[in-house]
Nanobody, 118 residues
Framework: QVQLVESGGGLVQPGGSLRLSCAAS????????MGWYRQAPGKQRALVAT???????DYADSVKGRFTISRDNAKNTVYLLMNSLKPEDTAVYYC????????????WGKGTLVTVSS
């Protein structure tokens, strides 16, 4: 059974930092491209960042220079370090696992809420 379990969300003041974690099981973690997406109230889910099995990363323009995605294949965990948080970063953040060969569909976690507010 595939599980992606996010943690680390919460309430933070503007300018603050948070680190999200996503622990994966039931997949060949070292092969999959792992990603973080977010969905703000009233908006569609959108890409935040991805990291391939080889460590290549991609970021949404809105988070470049502030967020860092990383992965630990030994722990089957992907991280999202978020610095200089802004109120517009408020959203539910979802972990995603994608087969790079597209043989199977994506897997998603249930999400963790990040609220940036003073």
């Amino acid at each position: 059974q595939v599980q992606l379990v996010e943690s680390g969300g919460g309430l933070v003041q503007p300018g603050g930092s948070l680190r999200l974690s996503c622990a994966a099981s039931g997949i060949i973690f070292r092969v999959d491209t792992m990603g973080w997406y977010r969905q703000a109230p009233g908006k569609q889910r959108a890409l935040v960042a991805t990291v391939t099995s080889g460590g290549s990363t991609d970021y949404a323009d809105s988070v470049k220079g502030r967020f860092t995605i990383s992965r630990d294949n030994a722990k089957n965990t992907v991280y999202l370090l978020m610095n200089s948080l802004k109120p517009e970063d408020t959203a539910v953040y979802y972990c995603n696992a994608r087969d790079p060969y597209r043989i199977r569909g994506d897997y998603w976690g249930k999400g963790t809420l990040v609220t940036v507010s003073s």
